[in-house]
């Protein structure tokens, strides 16, 4: 499939095959499994996936791409369903049609993939597992414990919906263009059970985004407005730690205290 690489959708075409291979092995595809794929691109991931399950569905934004994607699919008996269109207002469940959780999969563009990885997140969604390329520093703040320099807001609200579980890392020359990062495949298991209590995810990630607004600052200070140093305090935390020092169970006590 022939088509040059756009810079504003952030495409970075995956060639290598070894390394197409070994995601492969990662994701483990069944036959029966509802597979949906973000961002296609040249159907390098797609062709190998379509010939482990039944069906397959791929979104991708980028209409010069359909055609090619199209020809793949009749070659596989019209099994791979193509959405035409951005994943970001993508309606996931409707994907679902009812049945057994998604599994996705995809090579995210580098530009959107924080406010993407919110949204395939969202608990709405009835997901079993995500397998994702993305750059290397994004999959370490999202893994990061606390005390990391890379902790943060993504850290903890990917942590409070999912296992985070770092795969193995990709180097520029797998893509075509070679990007200038390295990248990481990873793997997110959604929880079935929230790993802490709150009052609701809103209130949370309200605590959360207030906290790193000012992360070098204490928590005193970050939340001030929102929270007072002594329901801080009545909470179990110490004013006087910075953000980046809370786990999430101290987020989620911080959470229930701003419900309250």
Same mark, same amino acid.
């Given at each position: ?46 062709? =190998? +996936? /379509? ?5 397959? @569905? #791929?979104?991708?934004? !980028?209409?010069? %791409?359909?055609?090619?994607? $199209? ?43 924080? =406010? +993407? /990885? ?5 608990? @709405? #969604?009835?997901?079993? !597992?995500?397998? %994702?390329?993305?750059?290397? $520093? ?123």
């Amino acid at each position: 499939m022939n088509h040059r690489p756009r810079k504003r959708f952030g495409q970075n075409f995956l060639h290598d095959g070894n390394v197409i291979a070994r995601m492969v092995a990662v994701i483990g595809p069944r036959e029966e499994d509802r597979i949906v794929e973000i961002g296609p691109g040249r159907g390098a991931l797609t062709a =190998p +996936l /379509l010939e482990r399950v039944a069906a397959l @569905s #791929v979104i991708e934004l !980028d209409r010069d %791409l359909i055609d090619g994607l $199209e020809r793949l699919s009749a070659r596989h008996e019209g099994r791979l369903r193509i959405v035409q269109g951005d994943a970001l207002e993508t309606d996931f469940t409707a994907l679902a049609d009812g049945g057994a959780p998604l599994r996705l999969v995809g090579n995210l563009p580098y530009n959107i993939s924080t =406010p +993407l /990885l919110f949204h395939l997140t969202e608990a @709405s #969604v009835p997901v079993a !597992d995500l397998h %994702l390329l993305l750059q290397r $520093e994004v999959v370490e703040r999202m893994a990061a414990p606390p005390g990391d320099g890379t902790y943060g807001r993504l850290s903890v609200m990917v942590q409070y919906r999912c296992r985070v579980e770092p795969q193995f890392h990709v180097p520029p020359g797998a893509f075509n263009p070679p990007p200038k990062v390295t990248s990481t495949f990873v793997r997110l298991v959604p929880h079935t059970e929230p790993p802490v209590s709150v009052p609701d995810e809103a209130t949370l990630n309200a605590v959360v985004t207030r906290a790193f607004a000012q992360r070098r600052k204490t928590v005193r200070n970050t939340l001030k407005g929102l929270l007072a140093p002594a329901a801080i305090e009545q909470a179990g935390i110490d004013p006087t730690l910075r953000p980046e020092q809370l786990t999430l169970e101290d987020f989620a006590a911080l959470a229930r205290a701003l419900g309250r």
